[in-house]
């Protein structure tokens, strides 16, 4: 892992970009003299880890004693795509805009993407869980299709908040039965991108006997802000 640049924000927080291998990413965290737990925090469907909601939430995260780090996965962020993501993304944008069934062009999206993605944030956490300001447990943030596989493969990870919004592959809701680690589910009930329906089966299918839903009404975006401090309450239970 190198860092490639750093600066002390306003809030105390240490923000450094830093690159694995072909992996770019930004590490939060606080001023602390003492090892900080560790959230992964990821956009749903692979958004940039530049994209400003990830960033706030980011840094609060970190203001509140967490290490926070976030990964560009592949084909995201300045990261280059290939023609089978482009030829998805322009398919998908035509069919939102025609009013015509996404599901199909998700699955087809949405599945390699987390094959490729969830290989490297092992690979990230190896080398976090290296870096002397970095103790454990580890928790998990935001894209659930990749935290269900994370949360199944890594024991490592302690806990997990998702966000229902973003498409869920096929295969992530079946293995959504195996994940046993306390989770927080954040729903929007007026989400235009993703059926109520959809996301309540999937909180009913996960397997462990921990886990809390909140729903609030709105679209996508609309998330309001007190569950950053609710989520920040949920990891202090399991991380600290």
Known sequence: MQFTSEQRLDDGVLEREFTLGDIPGTLWTPESAAPAPLILMAHNNGLP????????????????????????????????????????????????????????????????????????????????????EIGGPVGYSGWTAVGIRLAVLEPRIAAAGFFAGGYVPRAQR???????????????WDDEGNPRQRALDLFDAFGTKEKTLHANLGGHTGTPWFEVEDGNRFFGRHLK
């Open 174 to 188: 079946e293995e959504a039965r195996q994940v046993t680690i306390p989770l927080l589910i954040l729903l929007q």
């Open 49 to 132: 880890k530049r994209e400003s909601r990830l960033v706030a939430r980011a840094r609060h995260s970190a203001a509140y004693g967490y290490a926070v780090a976030a990964i560009d996965a592949p084909g995201c962020g300045d990261r280059p795509r290939s023609a089978a993501d482009e030829q998805a993304r322009t398919g998908l944008r035509r069919a939102m805009q025609a009013g015509e069934p996404v599901d199909e062009i998700f699955e087809s999206f949405i599945g390699p993407l987390v094959e490729k993605a969830v290989p490297e944030w092992q690979t990230t956490l190896d080398a976090l869980l290296a870096l002397p």
